[in-house]
Nanobody
Framework: QVRLVESGGGLVQTGGSLRLSCTASGISISSSSIIRMGWYRQAPGKQRESVAIITSDDSTNYADTVKGRFTISRDNAKNTVYLQMNSLKPEDTAVYYC????????WGQGTQVTVSS
């Protein structure tokens, strides 16, 4: 069974940092079946939005709201994609989801990030 499992969420104060992890099972994140991996988030009452993307050739793309604060990376040996989040703001509060795109499309179950003011 192909799965993505996120971890690393939690409660942090404004200005703090968190690192989210997304570990895949049942598939290699470096396989040709996956073109890109991404982090998305959904705040209460809002639509899910893209936060950061990393492609199979390690190109990255960020939402304007997180540029300079968040960094997406991948460790193919650990089959894991990370999202390092620094200088967190209350408006970063959301459920963060990992997604794999390509021949297949898979979502993780999400991890809650709460930033207190």
């Amino acid at each position: 069974q192909v799965r993505l499992v996120e971890s690393g969420g939690g409660l942090v104060q404004t200005g703090g940092s968190l690192r989210l992890s997304c570990t895949a099972s049942g598939i290699s994140i470096s396989s040709s079946s996956i073109i890109r991996m991404g982090w998305y988030r959904q705040a209460p009452g809002k639509q899910r939005e893209s936060v950061a993307i990393i492609t199979s050739d390690d190109s990255t793309n960020y939402a304007d709201t997180v540029k300079g604060r968040f960094t997406i990376s991948r460790d193919n040996a650990k089959n894991t994609v990370y999202l390092q989040m620094n200088s967190l703001k209350p408006e970063d509060t959301a459920v963060y989801y990992c997604k794999a795109d390509g021949i297949i499309r898979i979502w993780g179950q999400g991890t809650q990030v709460t930033v207190s003011s």
